[in-house]
């Protein structure tokens, strides 16, 4: 099941980000740390590149992810120009404290009280922006909750008489062009419940996990893993936890949540996603898979398994 999801608020905020952008010295993007580039809004790329801003990547709940990977990740942004990526949990205060003087190198002309540092956080929604945004000023200032798209409209706060800080809501972009990101997104929670289903996100996690952190799930539900895929997993976890429906058949709906939980509350133990070269291998069969599609068209082949326009191949 392809997924999207594009609450009509996100139009007016690419807008007005937009507006922004121009004003705007540093972005402060943040990222969830177990799934970078598909946590990465490109909309937000092109409207910073489009104004040759630079950029810090924040990439949050780095307590949650497998510190190998986020090293490989940390790399992979410190090697691209005008970035700069630092892994943190916006949770800890010590952390978010480093924030602004990582900043202050990224626009070296600004700063002072005549020209204050003016820095702007954006991001997907549920990633952590309204946590770090309170942290920085050290109040409440931003609803924080476990649902995504909480954030609705921009506002921008003196963090201090040399530095201003806007706040942006959590933005999607209106296309998901690959479905491991959708899903991905889904699994931690970045996109609305109404958009996905359940038991097909939780398939799709339990497909990555079997593969990368066996160990890890084994010691978790307390079963053997060999021959398991994302389905019979669910099937497991239903009967570990003893999720039953009326009439004593597996309960898969709770079984998926709590696959979902326990991945998005790092209770089976520190997870990654993707990494910089699955990211690639990911890119190059949908390339691949492009112009086999194109392929076809110009020969006046139909590939059933194809949309009808290559471009769209995850419209609704």
Same mark, same amino acid.
């Given at each position: ?91 800890? @205060? ?5 924030? *602004?003087? %990582?900043?202050?190198?990224? &626009?070296?002309? /600004? =700063?002072? !009280? ?109 079963? @053997? ?5 994302? *389905?019979? %997993?669910?099937?497991?976890? &239903?009967?570990? /936890? =003893?999720? !039953? ?72």
């Amino acid at each position: 099941m392809p997924i999207q999801w594009f609450p009509g608020h996100m139009t007016s905020a690419r807008r007005k980000a937009a507006e922004s952008m121009e004003r705007t010295d540093v972005v402060i993007e943040v990222l969830d740390a177990r799934l970078p580039e598909a946590s990465s809004n490109p909309m937000i790329r092109e409207l910073r590149e489009y104004r040759q801003r630079a950029c810090l990547k924040i990439l949050n709940k780095a307590d949650l992810a497998d510190p190998q990977i986020t090293a490989e990740w940390l790399a992979y942004y410190n090697a691209q120009k005008n970035v700069k990526a630092v892994a943190l949990s916006c949770r800890k @205060p010590s952390d978010v404290a480093k924030v *602004p003087g %990582l900043c202050r190198p990224l &626009a070296p002309h /600004r =700063g002072d !009280r005549l020209k204050p540092l003016r820095m702007m956080i954006m991001g997907i929604p549920n990633v952590g922006k309204s946590t770090l945004l309170n942290a920085l000023l050290k109040r409440r200032v931003a609803a924080v909750g476990d649902e995504p798209a909480v954030t609705k409209h921009q506002q921008t706060y003196d963090l201090s008489p040399t530095m201003t800080l806007t706040d942006t809501p959590g933005m999607m972009w209106p296309k998901i062009i690959h479905d491991s990101d959708g899903y991905m997104l889904a699994a931690s929670h970045a996109i609305g419940r109404n958009a996905v289903i359940d038991e097909e996100v939780a398939s799709f996690l339990g497909g990555v996990l079997l593969q990368r952190y066996p160990a890890l799930v084994s010691k978790r539900f307390n079963t @053997p893993i060999e021959g398991l895929d994302g *389905p019979a %997993l669910l099937e497991v976890v &239903a009967q570990r /936890r =003893g999720c !039953r429906v009326r009439g004593g058949g597996l309960d898969l709906e709770k079984a998926a949540l709590i696959l979902l939980q326990d991945y998005r509350d790092g209770a089976m133990g520190r997870i990654s996603l993707e990494s910089p070269s699955s990211r690639l291998v990911m890119l190059d069969e949908h390339a691949q898979r492009m112009a086999e599609i194109a392929a076809r068209k110009a020969a006046g082949e139909e590939d059933p398994n194809a949309p009808d326009d290559p471009d769209s191949l995850n419209d609704d």
